[in-house]
């Protein structure tokens, strides 16, 4: 006489999990909770109810960030976004509101002040490799929220709101700042108005020499997209304060007017005239060709063409 099979026991409400885990991490057990949100949602999954796992991951990710445990936080966030892939969910407002949620939720870390002895020092250490461990594990996150929301309804770049979140937290939570991946993930979003006071920010704090590049290099990657109206609008915020006085910012002056007209020959003598300014950031030429290509259909000559684009690809 055969056995039947035992039936799998049915899986409760999300709601009973998650206000079991809850408890679990009330209890300061961490570690142990993680491994239940892992498992536990993965069992519902496995039964095709994705939204009770998606719950359950969101609660997850955002009770182990309140706590400060960065690490638990951003796996259960990368899972959930994982688990919108699998469920196939679209894009849309109720799961970007979601995704911004455990954004906010990502603690930020501040840098000691007034530092002077070793152990200061020690302490300083110690809070940069802190703030690096949050902005990669939110630069993570947030990577796959793009490359989601890019494959299930957003723009072909990614959901603009999601860029720009990106682009906040590396600029305000990076202890070592790299404008280039602030500005790619800038370019791609929707508010020129916070771009534009990341950038006086950074002009404020930067080494001489590096603010006419930070404001070149945003000019041109919007024109790169052969977005010419935020770039002329990024501008005129930033007009609104000192700019540096240099070359490099009277060819960008010069660039944007005549790219609203049909005048190849003057954008080429503004490539030769300001060549030494251009040639202070290898990726400007690359930039620039873009811009030919798009504006007036200039087909590249160069074998190696692509190579920055490539690069800057590396930052999404």
Partial sequence: MSRERPRRATLPPSEENIKKLENVINEGNYYGAQQMYKSISARYV????HSDALDILHSGACLQLKNGQVTCGSELAVIYVETLVKAKVPYGDDVLDRIRKIYKTFPQIPLPQD????????????????AKIHVDCCLSFLRAAIKWSAEFGAHRNGSPELHVMLAEYVYSESPELDMTRVSYHFVRGNNQKKFASALVNFMGKCYPGEDDLAIARAILMYLAM???????????ELKKHDLPQSDLIQFVNYLLPTLQRDALPLFNMLRTNYRSSIDREPAFKELLDDIAE???GVQRKNPLQGMFGDIFKMMG
């Fill in 46 to 49: 496995s039964a095709q109810r």
């Fill in 115 to 130: 530092l002077g002895e070793d152990d200061d020092m020690q302490q300083l250490n110690e809070a940069l490799g802190a």
């Fill in 226 to 236: 052969g977005n010419l109206r935020d770039a002329n609008f990024l501008m005129d």
């Fill in 294 to 296: 798009l504006f007036y």
